[in-house]
């Protein structure tokens, strides 16, 4: 049986193209390509969740119905990290899924789904538990 990936994904409403300090993403940058690629690269038996920090109804992820968003009230990257784990620990997700923490502004390549399950399929889940 394949194992399901759940993508607990932090999502903030500025889509610019700055990050923090004096650096900058590439000029054609944008966050919604980059969820576009997620979506575009993710198998069957992966699930997305965004965690949107803020209010996510004038925001161009409403375009996206078939994904859940959960409205988060983190404020700032650590407050919003925080509540990404907190809906991770009372999520009652099966000791067998895969939990992958994302942030809002990465790439995927192709077959991501199955690098991530061979890289942890040797792993047991009591090894992880806490």
Not at 7 to 19: H, T, Y
Not at 53 to 65: E, R, S, T
Not at 73 to 82: A, L, Q, R
Request: charged share 25%; glycine share 6%.
């Amino acid at each position: 049986m394949t194992e399901t990936i759940e993508v607990i994904l932090r999502m903030c409403p500025d889509n610019s193209s700055s990050l923090s300090g004096n650096s900058s993403r590439p000029p054609n940058f944008s966050k919604e390509e980059v969820f576009k690629n997620l979506l575009a690269t993710k198998d069957a038996n992966t699930n997305i969740t965004i965690l949107f920090d803020g209010d996510h109804k004038n925001h161009w992820i409403v375009k996206y119905p078939s994904v859940r968003v959960i409205q988060s009230t983190g404020g700032n990257g650590d407050e919003s990290f925080k509540s990404q784990i907190m809906y991770i620990k009372f999520a009652n997700f099966n000791e067998n899924t895969i939990i992958y923490i994302l942030e809002d502004d990465y790439l995927h390549k192709e077959g991501w789904t199955k690098i991530l399950r061979e890289g942890l399929g040797d792993l047991q889940p009591s090894f992880l538990k806490f």
